[in-house]
Nanobody, 117 residues
Framework: QVQLVESGGGSGQSGGSLRLSCAAS????????MVWVRQAPGKELEWVST??????????NYADSVKGRFTISRDNAKNTLYLQLNSLKTEDTAMYYC????????RGQGTQVTVSS
């Protein structure tokens, strides 16, 4: 069973930064395709970013709403996925999830990001 655990969320101010982590359990491999998604209260799940590949050759994609501000990365040795959030905006407030294989793949319990102006 896939077990992913997100962490690193919290409260920040507009313009600030946060770094989210997603750790896979001992018996779960952080797959070739990993995704960050988010869901704000009362809104649908929103795709944020995807990273493909392994062994150091990665392809990354970002939603237009976060492009240039967020950076997805992974450390295969640590079986961990990251999302660096810079230049935070109030509209980034949401529960953030990492998911395996697709935006609707197995995901963790989420970590809350709250941005105030």
């Amino acid at each position: 069973q896939v077990q992913l655990v997100e962490s690193g969320g919290g409260s920040g101010q507009s313009g600030g930064s946060l770094r989210l982590s997603c750790a896979a359990s001992l018996y779960t491999y952080v797959g070739l395709c990993m995704v960050w998604v988010r869901q704000a209260p009362g809104k649908e799940l929103e795709w944020v970013s995807t990273i493909y590949g392994g062994a150091g050759a990665f392809i990354t994609n970002y939603a237009d709403s976060v492009k240039g501000r967020f950076t997805i990365s992974r450390d295969n040795a640590k079986n961990t996925l990251y999302l660096q959030l810079n230049s935070l905006k109030t509209e980034d407030t949401a529960m953030y999830y990492c998911a395996k294989d697709s935006a609707y793949g197995p995901r963790g319990q989420g970590t809350q990001v709250t941005v105030s102006s």
